[in-house]
């Protein structure tokens, strides 16, 4: 078996077999972490940890009958408040792995996805952002996370993995 370096003591396998058991199982455990405006509503599903990695399951719902072009997401580690004339801090995350690729949400429709990303902490100051962009288009969901929703992670080896 093959180990990545970015991927520790888990073998590829095992984080992909996991993704796809976190997509399967399409449970929302995290319910109060959500952004909609403009009919798009985007929400985190779950957050679950393995090894020291956290996977975070998200839906993006598309209510109106506009496709949504998603352009990039982005993981990112900001201040929560700056005062002015103060250089903001903005440290980027980027996903170790992705369960699938997703490109555009039809109208009327909804998907999910699940992100791999590396162990980090936030202090009590910072907030990790989660963000999604329109294609030529301006209806961009944010979701903030604080470092109290990240230590609820849920154990992945409580889960019963699905081969």
């Known amino acids: 078996?093959?180990?990545?370096?970015?991927l520790g003591k888990t073998p590829p396998s095992?984080?992909?077999?996991i993704l796809k058991t976190i997509y399967k199982n399409n449970k929302r455990i995290v319910k109060h972490i959500a952004s909609e405006s403009f009919g798009?509503?985007?929400?985190?599903?779950?957050?679950y940890i393995h090894n020291g990695r956290y996977y975070f399951h998200t839906q993006l719902?598309?209510?109106?009958?506009v496709p949504f072009s998603i352009d990039f997401i982005s993981?990112?580690?900001?201040?929560?408040?700056?005062?002015?004339r103060t250089a903001a801090q903005q440290i980027p995350l980027?996903?170790?792995r992705i369960y699938k690729s997703l490109d555009e949400i039809p109208g009327k429709a909804a998907d999910q996805n699940v992100f791999l990303l590396d162990?980090?902490?936030?202090?009590?100051?910072?907030?990790l952002l989660l963000e999604i962009f329109e294609k030529n288009g301006g209806r961009h969901q944010t979701?903030?996370?604080?470092?109290s929703d990240l230590v609820k992670a849920r154990l992945i080896s409580d889960m019963h993995l699905k081969f």
């Open 75 to 84: 993981f990112k580690v900001v201040d929560k408040k700056t005062a002015r």
């Open 94 to 96: 980027v996903p170790l």
């Open 119 to 127: 162990q980090f902490t936030i202090a009590g100051d910072k907030l």
């Open 1 to 6: 078996d093959v180990l990545f370096e970015e």
């Open 14 to 17: 095992l984080a992909g077999l």
């Open 40 to 47: 798009v509503q985007f929400s985190l599903k779950g957050i």
């Open 61 to 65: 719902e598309n209510r109106t009958n």
């Open 143 to 147: 979701l903030e996370l604080e470092n």
